[in-house]
DNA sequence: AATGTGACTTGCACTATGCAAGTAATCTAC
DNA sequence: GTAGATTACTTGCATAGTGCAAGTCACATT
C-alpha cells in the first residue's frame, strides 16, 4: 500500500496541491495554507522525486525557479487523492464544500480524466 | 483531507487489516506481517477510536479479549483504501496480485459494497 | 553596486518511534 | 486450585524524525 512513500503527515498534501492546487513552486508549497517547514517540505519533494512521483524541472525564464511536476506515475495518484478529499470533505467540517469537491462527489471518474488529460498534455510539451 | 487522523506510517494499515485482512484483536493486528511497536498499535487504537473510525468491544467469551470494529465512519473509508491498495498493487512488486486485487480492479464499486454490507451487517448484531 | 528572491541547509530543541522488558487480568491444564 | 500460558496493554530508554529560526548561495531586479 506505498505507505513507505507518503505514510507521512506531508507527502500527500504536496501531491493534492500540485494536483489540483495549481501549485508549482517551493515557494508556492510553502504559502500552501498548511504550515510545512522548510526542511520537511525540501525531504518529502526529493522523496517523491526518488519515488518517481514527480519530477524538478528548472524554470526556463528564471534560473532560481524551480518547477515540480507530476510523472506518470504521480498522476495515477489521482483516484486516491480524489476519494481522500471526497471522504476529508464529507467528515471534517471544512465550511460547504466548495465547486470541485461536489464535482468530484457527482462524477468522481470525470474528474480523474481531467486531471490526467491535463498533465498529460504538460508531460507532451 | 484528514492527514491529522490517518497521516502516518501505520493507521491506515490496521484499518486495512480490519477492513480486507479479518484482523480483530491486539495480538492479531501485531502479527499482521509488518511490523508495528507495541505501544504504537495501543497508541493508534486509542487514536482511532477518539476519532470514531473503530470502537472497541469486549469479547463475551474470553475476557482478556478485545475485538476491533469498524464504526459506521470508519466503513466509509472504503473507496480510499481500495484506491491505495489498487495503487500499491501497480506499482509495488509485491508478487503477483492476489485473487482480492484483481477483483477490486475488475469491480471496485462492487468490492467496496459488499465490504460495506459485511460490516453493516457486523454492526446490527 | 545594492537589495531582493527562490530554493534550499544547518543547528538545535522537542516529539515520536522502535525495541525490550514488565504488568495485570483472565484462562487452561493438571 | 495453583502453576503456567495468553491477551492487552505500559514503561523506560536510545534513536530517529519534526518544527522553528536563521543562514547560505545562486540568480534577478533596480
Chains 1, 2 share one sequence.
Do not use: C
Amino acid at each position: 500500500m506505498s505507505l513507505e512513500i507518503f505514510g507521512d503527515r506531508w507527502s500527500l498534501l504536496v501531491v493534492r496541491d500540485l494536483m489540483f492546487g495549481g501549485r508549482r513552486t517551493f515557494k508556492e508549497f510553502l504559502d500552501s495554507g498548511e504550515k510545512i517547514a522548510t526542511n520537511v517540505l525540501a525531504e518529502r519533494l526529493q522523496r517523491l522525486e526518488a519515488n518517481g512521483i514527480i519530477e524538478r524541472r528548472r524554470d526556463a525564464d528564471d534560473a532560481r525557479k524551480v518547477n515540480y511536476a507530476l510523472t506518470k506515475k504521480g498522476i495515477t495518484l489521482a483516484p486516491v487523492l480524489v476519494e481522500m478529499i471526497i471522504w476529508g470533505a464529507r467528515h471534517e467540517e471544512t465550511a460547504a464544500p466548495p465547486e470541485i469537491i461536489r464535482r468530484m462527489v457527482a462524477d468522481r471518474d470525470g474528474v480523474v480524466a481531467e486531471i490526467r488529460d491535463q498533465w498529460k498534455k504538460d508531460r507532451s510539451l
